[in-house]
């Protein structure tokens, strides 16, 4: 135990470190605060980290009469709160019953243990006692009953922590908590960049990096949603770092409601780094005996650049947050009728496209929106969880039990977080939408949010689901939800806890799934807010993959892949091949790249197969056979970005598994260039001295061959055409993959 978390007690000092990363902080001798020594790339373990304690006389306040060092406002921290002389943003703050807002928590003792516990209600990663320890930190405040514990678990073979932070009401009176941050980190210097994920419906996950400024600077989310607009993760790399080499910090959050990640870059450049819920549109009322846990935060340190940071995410991700019956496991090809028909369907087309499916070796079949109610459009019938006939004539069980029988597993569209007007929900229950009955509530996509703070809406849901469900062996549900939330008022909460709604409703989606699970444990849910709205690790809990974007073009989606693969595994990645024109942006590109780009995902078809010609057939039906060869490199693998898609005409990845003994790349090329530049693609992550054999090559090369001097593209081009000199010219949108097998050296033909 004590390898992984050192503790000084006489110096009260803690050191977390695992040989990859350290983190140090320490108890301050006069205000019994926790007080931040180090965070970054392992430090050999010292008695005493003393030495870096940073005491000055500067022009501040300070806490203790006659002492000029005592301002926290130059002390870095752990959990910095308000009324303590610090004056930058702090990561806890209460409402007194007397209206102030002066905290000071004291360190009171530590605990140390195994592994990991489950947090309540709140989906966190996950590990056993040989894979992580937690320390317990429990401060009291000074002035009130109030016991702050601080988390932090350390992956013994991972560069990552976690934090999380609990409060509880031990006295007798009544307070107000009005921010509890699950993360709060101060670095001593302010040269990084701030990289983050940001966008719109049908454009997710675009990266931005821009030097850090002084002052405070935020990504979050006011919507109900983590929400397409940013993504609940944030990184600061220092200005060389790119994506092969460098020092990152990148913050990741295990929650899918509002949250805040601010940093803030004080006059002496320290950087604050927080995460957490936000706290705007955020209050929590701490009855006496009353706890409340904040979700999970974790932090990830590379100095092997971007890629670095993502591996070790993917890999905290993929071991210890997606559930292992899915983690490890198969996932299944898939066809969504979503783009094919859109709600006109009837079950003699879904029968046309499942027996389709059947023939190019598609494994599941996903009936999309439209099944239930009457629901012809998007202004009906969400809430109300019966099939319609016209639909699926002898109902959703008929439907699967045909669907079942072509060989096929079969997988339903649900949205259960929201109603339509007219269903019986809705006429019976008013008050179970979210929303101020005397003011206006506006629609989404002519829809309502169901207040899922209520229990008994929960479960009104969870039953209604539970009869579809539990009426035959459904396979997948993909769980949908398409508005965000700009009223938040519930009719079930008193108006001292109307702060509460935004959470209490995400931990009621929780429920629901832990509910829907417990019953159906072999289910495989593939979570969709609207495409990547809601595409976060707290979800990814519960649903080992998310449907990444509504947008299925080709070439939108390598940046949007591109950046998504900043945190989250490709086996997390919903990515499937539409048909063209494309319906989100109407380019026209092959079938080829559509493929090879999804190929790097979860994959899947999302197109009116009846409309393929025979050639089209042949190549779906190879791809879905390379896809099934591939998919344990793809989805198991190390995943490393290689040209951005945000910087140049080409982007490049690849996936090296584990042991180095294959690996694939993906190269495209979105526009087609008159007499092209010579270009090669340095490879990454391969044995340097193996050699490998790449598919279709002439000759194998080695590994570091590979890696300095890279594939050198051009010849081998599958061109549409010829040039005047004969060239073979891949004209635009077009792509290639290489496979690489590692081979013995004795087949090396010199
Ligand atoms: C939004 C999703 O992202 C789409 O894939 C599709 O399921 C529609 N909703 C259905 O309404």
Redesign the pocket.
Known sequence: MTNYIHINETNKEFHLTNGKISYIFRVMEQTNTLEQLYAGKTIKHRESFGHLIEREVRPSNNQVTGDHTTSLEHVKQEMPVYGTTDFRYPGLEIRYPEGDRISQFEYQSYQVEKGKKKLPDLPATFAGAEEATTLRILLKDRYSDLILTLSYTIFHELSALTRHAEIKNTGEKTFQLERLMSLSVDLPTDDYDFIHLHGAWAREAHLERKPLMTGVQSVSSTRGASSHVHNPFFALAKKNTNEQQGEVFGFSFVYSGNFLAQVEVDPYHVTRAMLGINPHQFGWELEPGAAFTAPEAVMVYSDAGLNGMSRTFHDVYRKHLISPKWSGKKRPILI?N?EATYFDFNEEKIMELAADAKALGIELFVL??GWFGKRDN?ASSLGDWTADPKKPPNGVEGLDEKIHSLGLQFGL?F?PEMVSVGTPIHEDHPDWKIGHPGKNISHGRNQYVLDFSRPEVVQNIFNQMDAILGSKSIDYV?W?M?RYISEAYSQSLTATKQGEVMHRYILGVYALYEKILDKYPELLIES?A??GGRFDPGLLYYAPQT?AS?DTDAVERLKIQYGTSMVYPLSANGSHVSAVPNHQVARMTSLKMRGEVAAFGTFGYELDSTKLSEKEKVIVREQVAQVKRWQPLIHQGDFYRLESPFESNTTAWMVVASDKSEALVGVYHVLAKPNPAYERILLEGLDTDALYQIDGAERARYGDDLMQIGLVLGGNYIGRAQDYWGRSMPGDFSSQLYHLQKIDKSEDDG
Do not use: I, P, R
Request: hydrophobic share 20%; proline share 0%.
């Open positions: 969504n979503w999309d929106d998007d569209w949205e993909k949908d398409n969709c609207g495409g449907w509504d």
